[in-house]
């Protein structure tokens, strides 16, 4: 069987002419993806007694910076997660915990610039990331105490996943955690004496303090070991995707369970962190019955094949690299309207069977795509 | 009372720094009201067992075109729904049909065009419009079908709302949907004879045919009187509104409810259609309790409120328009950085207190609003 061809007849159903499909884009940096994953369990929930389908919330991004920018952190990935109801995971009703605010940390202008390309405050953008999980975390403690009687503390979850751009602000975030914790009395750590003074301190006043952040690293080594290192196998060798960042941990995390039944009713924390700013910190548990085991295992294999296929990858030099990207960004620039990106730099070649890409940006500005045999 | 800084708080208290709102813009030309809707309707049974807060779903647009384009029939206006459990007006489960296709209809192209005005094919455009409609009815039917074990039609309703670009698409449309109810047998008609032929012709042959539309627009005006006309009155005075269209329409039919207990248990079907394209049918009853009266009432006395301020309108010529739109051009080209867009051109004087409105975009592309006094 022609491989490519059956790619193109499911393609054809999903988008044919007769689409029954619901939902539009959602955008906000990187937090459109967590709001996609809202929709579709809400979606799920309101719909399922009346409607079968299941939900796909499609993470995926252009994460590119400008060739003066912090390029390097820059990744690619796209995540899709398939939602329905009696799931081997499942989103904990009434813990979303949420926290928007107006910022200009990282944003890509419209009007006048014509490049794809962000504009990054740098200081700004984690100061806005460490203060929304400050938001967040006080929100879900509150809503856990309103809906079980009860504060949770770090050390009822499994694991403690964040969006990450880089690995020292996860470092940062999560040492933060902890010392909300230890505040609130539901933690012991090393060096007590040394975090005392910063106790009586607002905490929106810590995000730039170096000593803040050295004191709360060392008191949050062992925990971060444990509940956090083990899940940035992807992020670490990818780089920031964006919106699947977040997710990619989970993915690691999926991918490292050996013994399925004592993960059942475990948990796990998430943040999520999207610059302009929206942000939502949320739970979700695991849920291994005879029922849900067979779907549980599709998704452990998925996630092994995940951090398998990382080293089936490329490499290429910065210079090649940055080659390509002057080749999308002449395209989106318009100024290479009507000449084909792929025959350019023979990109096409190094893409799998059946994958679409950007063929050229018409004197209309219609974007046309084909498909790699 | 200072009255502007009672709007101030207020809006303090909606955005200021500790905020657990949910949710993000969502956009797709004029559909994108109409998916914040449905993602406030699914967030309110999803989670409302743990949540008693209540979703609002904000429609807005940028209504504008070219000069060189149709700019006469953009208009402006703003709608906002609040959705909760135990409503007036209920959304019937399981019946949304959806109908997405890519299309090059209407579009605001990014990358190289710095401006806002979008670039329209109009016979397209209509085209799809009509496609979408007859793909979405046909769902429609089909889930009445599946769900209440009959085949709803025109009769089941005491109106019919369309997305409403300029009125005679609005009748072209409508004029199909009873074509359809009479080709399913659901309907008699007066020039029966004459609609004959076109039985056995495809559906989507028929978008352009002239024929097809004088005889359907015959076949159809005592109905179109009936169910259509009468909810234009804010469409038909406002202009397209994109997003709102559809439910400025609502609002009209509310305003001209006078015995409101014999509306309990109406029907009123719903069309939304947004290019590129994204659209659904779906429908409402009417749930007229002791409980929900007092709700209403409420959306009785604001809706003919809507009506009554058209006659507030300051009327202005087109000169004037022009000029403020090029004013506004020239901020969002950025070629007006800096300047403070209402000194310009005194439009601060022209809105509402309490209103925010774009004073400059700065040389990092930030916004600055200022609020009026």
């Known amino acids: 069987m022609d491989k490519s061809k059956s790619v193109k007849t499911q393609l054809m159903i999903l988008f044919g002419e007769n689409t029954d499909i619901e939902g539009i884009d959602v955008k906000n940096a990187c937090f459109g993806g967590t709001q996609a994953l809202f929709g579709a369990i809400d979606w799920i929930k309101a719909n399922h007694e009346t409607d079968d389908r299941l939900a796909i919330a499609v993470m995926a991004d252009i994460a590119v910076y400008a060739a003066d920018g912090p390029r390097c952190t820059g ?15 499942v989103f904990e009703d009434g813990l979303r915990a949420c926290y928007m605010k107006n910022s200009w940390d990282f944003y890509k202008p419209i009007g006048g610039i014509a490049s794809e ?44 996943l964040f969006h990450s751009p880089f690995y020292k602000l996860v470092q940062k975030a999560f040492a933060r955690l902890v010392f909300t914790d230890y505040v609130a009395g539901q933690i012991s750590l090393p060096n007590e004496q040394k975090l005392e003074k910063f106790k009586d301190k607002e905490l929106s006043d810590t995000c730039s303090d170096r000593e803040f952040a050295s004191e709360t690293r060392i008191a949050s080594l062992h925990l971060l070991e444990e509940k956090v290192e083990p899940n940035m196998t992807l992020n670490r060798r990818i780089g920031n995707m964006y919106t699947p960042s977040l997710y990619a941990e989970l993915i690691t995390l999926l991918s490292r369970i050996e013994d399925v039944q004592s993960f059942n009713n475990q948990r796990v924390l998430l943040f999520s962190y999207g610059s302009g700013l929206a942000s939502a910190m ?13 779907a549980f295992e599709k998704m452990r294999t998925v996630s092994k094949n995940a951090i398998n296929r990382l080293d089936q990858r490329e490499k290429h030099s910065p210079e090649v690299y940055n080659e390509i990207m002057m080749t999308r960004q002449k395209l989106v620039e318009r100024k290479g309207a009507g000449i084909p990106s792929a025959s350019l730099n023979g990109i096409s070649q190094h893409l799998f069977p059946g994958t679409y890409y950007l063929v050229k940006i018409d004197d209309k500005s219609r974007r046309v795509y084909d498909q790699v045999q």
């Open 75 to 89: 990744g690619a990935g796209a995540i899709a997660l398939l939602i329905g109801p009696d799931a081997p995971i």
């Open 117 to 160: 390309f962000p504009l990054v405050e740098g200081e700004e953008s984690l100061n806005c990331y460490l203060s929304a999980l400050d938001a967040c975390y006080a929100t879900y403690k509150k809503k856990t105490n309103k809906i079980l009687q009860k504060d949770r503390s770090l050390s009822d979850f499994h694991s403690i």
């Open 282 to 294: 949320f739970s979700v548990v695991f849920n291994i019955t005879p029922e849900t085991t067979s």
